[in-house]
């Protein structure tokens, strides 16, 4: 079922080809069951469908390693298996300590993504967050996306240790002072004031590929996008084209409308502040889901930013009370006014 066309194996390559996913392992569990019974023929069946789809959606399988594993009985897991001789690979444990770690981008600008705003007890209001690149160091000044505040880092905590610097890859509690404290939250973004510093974004251009949709969208679409640790309703302005999925060229110049399993290069606009980086200079601030309430509909890629404004969206409220973003230019398609999702 999980190779299907519906089947849950085919979207999650999608998505991780799609984000920029390029180490895998494939495990294939449950050789114990007795439909199986360790059976060398069924595995290297498994390995011919999954290596199959793998190409299609444009992943070399020659280049991962397949796995067959009893997670619940251990085999293969950390200790080699006595019930299938015939595999000679790594172990799944041997497997994931290959990977090569990520880069960690200490040299890069700051960009630090505040997770949340808490209180602590003699403190007062901490905010937490993990460093994605760069180093901030206390008695320095940051600026903060999108709000464009500036403020001097007070203190910073490691795991409830007080510490001088963090650099990329840090979880970390910092403080800036009460007032500002007050006025920054989750999905915020601090950055460098005199290094590339962080900004808000007013329409950027996107590749998506949409995963479950119970009918075809079109411009004027609205979904929740969750980028880091923001999740901010974005409306498509304009759909360039739809893509190849595995190459990534375009197929249709100008399309009306997309469907489920559908991949297309679009322009949308945050309707309401946001701070993000194009993939390939911070991937993780530049990949982010699409979901319509709870559920996930698409994922996607930033792959150019049109707008940086320091004013940011300009908002009104409509005759039902509902804020509305104001476009000061034209968008593509004479898109003039987006509800805000009441979700959002």
Known sequence: DGISKEGGLRWSLLMAFTVGIRELIVVINKMDDKSVGWDEKRFLEIKAEVSTLMKKIGYNPVKFPFIPISSFLGDNVAVRSSHMPYYEGPLLIDAMSDIPPLKRLFDAPLRLPILDIITVPKIGLVAIGKVITGKIQTDTIITIAPSGI?????????????????????????????????????????????????SLVSRFRAQI?????????????????????????????????????????????????????????????????????????????GRFTMRESRV???????????????????????????????????????????????SA
Do not use: W
């Open 296 to 342: 996930i509909v698409g994922v996607g890629i930033v792959k150019e930013i049109l707008n940086r404004s320091p004013e940011g969206p300009q908002f009104i409220k409509n005759q039902q009370n509902k804020y509305c973003l104001l476009y000061t230019s034209p968008s593509p398609r004479d898109a003039t006014l987006s509800r805000i999702p009441s």
């Open 150 to 198: 500036t403020a001097k880092v007070l203190s910073i905590e490691h795991f409830h240790k007080p510490i001088q610097s963090a650099i990329a890859g840090d979880v970390i509690g910092f403080t800036l002072g009460r007032e500002v404290m007050k006025q920054i939250k989750s999905g915020n973004v601090c950055g460098d004031p005199n290094n590339h510093p962080p």
């Open 209 to 285: 590929i949409l995963i479950s949709l119970p009918n075809s969208i079109s411009v004027g679409y609205t979904p929740i996008l969750d980028f880091h640790t923001s999740h901010t309703p974005c409306v498509i302005v304009d759909i360039e084209a739809k893509l190849d999925k595995r190459t990534g060229k375009d197929t249709e110049i100008g399309p009306s409308c997309l469907k489920a399993g559908e991949a297309a290069r679009v322009l949308m606009d945050p309707l309401l502040p946001l701070s993000i980086e194009v993939y390939p200079e911070f991937p993780l601030l």
